[in-house]
């Protein structure tokens, strides 16, 4: 079992939908949790973190389910910029080292 | 601020050679690491570093040194390239947890792209 499972994708969305991305991690010990974005052949980078709260950051709300060990990330009203690979990403524990990524999900959004 | 520097961008290799993959980072972070990525598998680790001195082996080390000679630098060795080492590589680095500013945000290089034949 990989330690950080997210939906295979893609997602072909139009503009304007609502979508949401799952993630599911292994180690129940893990502390830190994150969505990063990558566009093609580029490097990924910071969406948000993930809190127990759960947060949001504009058209963006992160959600973290420690007891289900579940991560997801809502995107509403989709732009045709957000299309992206979207990583779900863990740190086993707070401050641990070997942080572990998700395969990531396609999000194509379509005008 | 330059962030994370890796170089060379494109690398071409044949089977058996040695190359190094350079990541440079000048934001005094204590944590570096090596990721590859290829289609559907995600960004792997291959080795990481928590400061100058220590190394450490992450989920796919074999056919890669690296070491930390200094705070800033975090070189990727490949001592004999085989084609299944073709894959888009990332350094990465970050503040560790001692560092209060930490947020545990992680900050790539643009990624070096290697084909070996």
């Known amino acids: 079992r990989k330690e950080v499972e997210q939906d295979p994708g893609p997602f072909n969305v139009p503009e304007g939908a609502t979508v949401a991305f799952n993630c599911t991690y292994s180690?129940?010990?893990?502390?830190?949790f994150f969505w990063y974005r990558q566009d093609c052949r580029k490097e990924p980078k910071l969406l948000m973190s993930v809190y127990s709260s759960g947060n949001e950051d504009g058209r963006f709300t992160a959600q973290l389910n420690r007891a289900s060990q579940y991560i997801s990330l809502l995107i509403r009203d989709s732009k045709l910029s957000d299309s992206a690979t979207y990583l779900c990403v863990v740190n086993p524990a707070w401050g641990g080292f070997k942080t572990i990524f998700g395969a990531g999900t396609r999000l194509f959004v379509k005008a | 601020n330059a962030g994370v520097t890796q170089t060379p961008k494109f690398q071409v290799l044949k089977t058996g050679q040695s190359m190094t993959l350079q990541c440079a980072q000048d934001m005094n972070h204590e944590y570096m690491s090596w990721y590859r990525q290829d289609p559907g598998m995600g960004l792997r680790l291959i080795h990481y570093?928590?400061?100058?001195?220590?190394?450490d082996q992450g989920e796919v080390p074999n056919g890669y040194n690296v070491s930390r000679s200094t705070t800033e630098d975090f070189p990727l060795r490949l001592l004999s390239a085989a084609p299944s080492q073709t894959s888009v590589y990332f350094c990465a680095s970050r503040l560790t947890a001692r560092d209060r500013a930490s947020t545990g945000e992680l900050f790539f290089g643009e990624g070096s792209r290697l084909t070996v034949l």
């Open positions: 180690n129940s010990a893990s502390q830190s």
């Open positions: 570093s928590v400061g100058a001195g220590i190394t």
